[in-house]
C-alpha cells in the first residue's frame, strides 16, 4: 500500500476521512482569521474615509478636496505638468519657470507626479481623485501592515494581529501626551480635533511608512532564506521608489539593511552572503547618488553647510518619545526569544530612526530638518517594536494553560475595542476640527469658479497665514497667479526666493498693515519663532540651535525688512507692481480680515464688492 495513502480503519464507510476532515477545519479557520482580517481593514478604511465623506455631505461642495492635515495644497500644487516639458516646472502660484534640479521639492516629487497622472485619468475631478488616492494608500498602507504581522509575529495569533494592525492605525504615539489628555476631557470632543489619524495626511507619512513596512517584510524574508537574488532586487527597487518619494525613508531602510545584513554576516562568515550585502549596498548607493546629486539636494537653504556639529542640541533632541522608542529597541536587542531573522531587522528599524532624530546635531536644520522630518516615523517604529515585543511574551510556552488563554483573549479584545474607540474619536474630531475651515474653502472655490472668476492677466491677493491658507488654492481653482503664498518658496530656486519670492512677501505684509518697527517687536518678542515660522522661515524656527535662530533672524532681516522698508519710505512703487495686471480680486474673512482697505485704496480703485457671512470678494483696478 502506497504510503500516503488513507488508513481504512481511521474512517468509517460513509464517513469523511482524518485527511478531509482536517482540511475543513484548517478551511474554516483560514476563512474565519481572513474574516477578522478583512474586517479590520474595513473599519480603518471606514475611519479614515468618513471625515471626507461627512463633509462631502454636510457642505455640498466638490470643487476642492477636503482639508484634515497639513500640506495637501501644497503636494496638489506640486501634482502639476511642468511649463516646457521635462526641463523646468511651473511654479503654481507665481507661473515663473523653475528647473527641476533647482529645488529638492522638486527633485523627489515621485508622489505628486503618481497622482498628477491618477488626476488626469480622472478627468480632472479633484476631490474623487484625491479620495480614492487617499483610499489607495490607507488599503496598501494595511497590506503591508497586516503581511508583515501575519508572516513574522510571534504565536501569529489572528487577535493580537489585529490588535497590533489596529493600533498601528487607528493610535498616535507621536503625539502621545495630548491623546491622553483629550481622552480625560470626554464627554467634551475639543481634545481630539487637533491631534488627527497618524495616516491622515495625504503623502506623507502614508507613502513612505507603506513603503518602510513593506521593506521591512521583505528584509525579514531575506534573512531566512539562502538564495533570495529576487527578493535583493525587489529591496532595491523599493527603497529607490522611497528615495523618489521622500528620501528620509531610504536612510531608515539602509539602517534596517545594515543591521539584518550584519547579523547574517557575523553568524554565518558565508563569503557569498558578504558578496551579495556588498553588491546590494553599492548598486543602491551608485543609484541614490546619482539620482540625489544631479541637482539641489537642501529643501530648505543653500548656503549652510552640510556637516555642522552641535552636540548641544542632544539635550533639546532627547524627547519622551524618543526616550520609548530607545528603551523598545534596547529591549528587542536583549530579546532571546525573538527569531534573529525578525529581530536585527526590527533593531535596525528603531535604530536608525533613533539616530535621524538627532540628526539635527550633526547636519544643521536649515539644510534638510532631518531631526523633524525623522519624526514621521516614530509612531510606525513605535507601534512595531512593542507589538512585536508583546507577542512574543504572550506566546511563550510557560504561559500556556486554559486559563492564562481565555484571560489573553479577553485583554486583548478589550484592547481592540479600546483602540478601535479611539480611532472613531480621532475620525470625528478630524472631521470637527477643519469644518470652519473647509466651510471656508468651499466658499471660496464657488466665488473664483463663479461670478469672481479670475480671467488670463488678473491678480488674486488672499490670505497666507499658515500652510493651505485661502492662497494655496487659488491656481486650483483660476489657472491664475497669486500676490503671496508661503508655500511658493519651495518651488523656488535660492535666488528666485530672493528675487521674487521675498519682494511679493513684502508687498503681501504691507498691504496687512505691517511695518518694519512692528515686525521687528514681534520677532524679538516671546512669540519671534512662531512669527518666524509663519514668515516662512521653517527651519530657523524649527531648529534648537540658537546659532540657527540668529541666522534667520539676519535673512529676515536683508531678504524682507529691508525692500519693506523701501515700500514703506516711498523707494518702491507698487503701483508699477499692479499695472502689470488687468483686474486686483481680493479675498478676505469679513469677521478677522488681514488686509488694511486704507492701503490697499492707495493703491487700487475698487470696481466691485460682495461679502457673506463670512467671507469678502472684492475687485480692484491699478490707480
Not at 474512517?11 to 482580517?37: C, D, H, K
Not at 521583505?218 to 538564495?227: C, I, P
Not at 547579523?263 to 539620482?291: H, K, M, N, P, Q
Request: charged share 15%.
Amino acid at each position: 500500500m502506497p504510503t500516503d495513502a488513507p488508513d481504512p480503519l481511521l474512517s468509517l464507510p460513509g464517513q469523511p476521512s482524518i485527511n478531509e476532515t482536517l482540511s475543513v477545519v484548517n478551511f474554516r479557520y483560514w476563512l474565519m482569521r481572513s474574516a477578522r482580517f478583512s474586517a479590520a481593514v474595513f473599519l480603518v478604511l471606514v475611519i479614515y474615509c468618513y471625515p471626507a465623506l461627512r463633509t462631502r455631505f454636510e457642505l455640498r461642495s466638490t470643487t476642492l478636496p477636503p482639508t484634515f492635515a497639513p500640506d495637501l495644497s501644497l503636494y496638489v500644487n506640486l501634482s502639476g505638468p511642468s511649463s516646457t516639458g521635462r526641463c523646468q516646472f511651473l511654479n503654481p502660484y507665481y507661473l515663473v519657470p523653475v528647473p527641476f534640479n533647482g529645488s529638492g521639492y522638486l527633485q523627489f516629487r515621485l508622489g505628486p507626479t503618481l497622482f498628477g497622472k491618477l488626476h488626469t485619468a480622472l478627468a480632472g475631478r479633484l476631490w474623487v481623485s484625491m479620495f480614492l488616492w487617499n483610499a489607495l494608500w490607507w488599503a496598501l498602507l494595511s497590506i503591508s501592515v497586516l503581511s508583515l504581522l501575519i508572516r513574522f509575529l510571534p504565536g501569529r495569533s489572528s487577535r493580537f494581529i489585529v490588535l497590533g494592525f489596529m493600533l498601528l492605525m487607528l493610535s498616535n504615539f507621536g503625539v502621545l501626551k495630548t491623546l491622553i489628555a483629550a481622552w480625560t476631557r470626554l464627554p467634551s470632543m475639543a481634545g481630539f480635533e487637533n491631534i488627527g489619524l497618524p495616516y491622515m495626511r495625504a503623502f506623507v507619512p502614508v507613502i513612505p511608512v507603506a513603503l518602510l513596512v513593506a521593506y521591512l517584510g521583505l528584509q525579514m524574508e531575506v534573512s531566512r532564506r539562502r538564495n533570495a537574488i529576487l527578493l535583493w532586487v525587489a529591496l532595491g527597487v523599493l527603497q529607490f521608489v522611497a528615495l523618489a518619494s521622500f528620501p528620509y525613508a531610504t536612510l531608515i531602510m539602509a539602517g534596517i539593511t545594515a543591521a539584518g545584513a550584519a547579523w547574517r554576516i557575523l553568524s554565518s562568515g558565508s563569503r557569498r552572503i558578504v558578496l551579495v550585502v556588498a553588491t546590494y549596498g553599492l548598486a543602491c548607493a551608485a543609484t541614490d547618488i546619482l539620482f540625489a546629486t544631479r541637482g539641489s539636494l537642501g529643501f530648505y537653504s543653500s548656503h549652510s553647510s552640510l556637516i555642522q556639529f552641535q552636540l548641544t542640541l542632544l539635550s533639546h533632541l532627547i524627547g519622551g518619545n524618543w526616550l520609548i522608542l530607545a528603551f523598545l529597541t534596547v529591549l528587542a536587542v536583549f530579546n532571546k526569544r525573538l527569531s534573529p531573522d525578525v529581530k536585527w531587522p526590527l533593531v535596525g528599524m528603531g535604530g536608525s530612526n533613533l539616530l535621524l532624530m538627532l540628526g539635527d546635531a550633526v547636519i544643521p536644520a536649515k539644510t534638510i530638518l532631518l531631526s523633524h522630518h525623522a519624526g514621521h516615523f516614530i509612531h510606525t517604529s513605535i507601534v512595531i517594536l512593542l507589538i512585536f515585543l508583546l507577542a512574543e511574551i504572550f506566546a511563550r510556552p510557560d504561559l500556556k494553560s486554559g486559563q492564562w488563554d481565555f484571560r489573553q483573549r479577553i485583554l486583548v479584545a478589550c484592547l481592540i475595542v479600546g483602540v478601535a474607540l479611539n480611532g472613531v474619536l480621532l475620525s470625528v474630531g478630524t472631521y470637527r476640527g477643519f469644518l470652519s475651515y473647509n466651510k471656508d474653502q468651499a466658499e471660496i472655490a464657488k466665488e473664483l469658479t463663479g461670478p469672481f472668476r479670475p480671467d488670463k492677466g488678473d491678480l488674486v491677493i488672499a490670505r497666507s497665514r499658515n500652510v493651505d491658507d485661502y492662497c494655496s488654492w487659488v491656481f486650483v481653482l483660476t489657472q491664475g497667479p497669486v500676490l503671496y503664498c508661503t508655500d511658493a518658496e519651495v518651488m523656488l530656486t535660492p535666488q528666485q526666493n530672493i528675487d521674487i519670492h521675498r519682494f511679493r512677501q513684502a508687498i503681501y505684509l504691507y498691504l496687512t498693515g505691517q511695518d518694519i518697527q512692528s515686525l521687528r517687536r514681534m520677532l524679538a518678542g516671546p512669540d519671534g519663532r512662531d512669527l518666524m515660522f509663519q514668515l516662512g522661515y521653517w527651519a530657523e524656527a524649527a531648529s534648537p540651535s540658537p546659532a540657527e535662530q540668529a541666522d534667520g533672524m539676519r535673512a529676515i532681516e536683508s531678504e524682507l525688512i529691508a525692500p519693506l522698508e523701501r515700500i514703506e519710505q516711498g523707494n518702491l512703487s507698487l503701483s508699477n507692481f499692479f499695472r502689470r495686471f488687468r483686474r486686483i480680486v481680493v479675498v478676505d474673512n469679513v469677521q478677522t480680515p488681514t488686509f488694511s482697505q486704507d492701503r490697499l485704496a492707495s493703491f487700487l480703485k475698487l470696481e466691485d464688492e460682495q461679502r457673506d457671512a463670512r467671507l469678502r470678494f472684492q475687485v480692484y483696478t491699478a490707480r
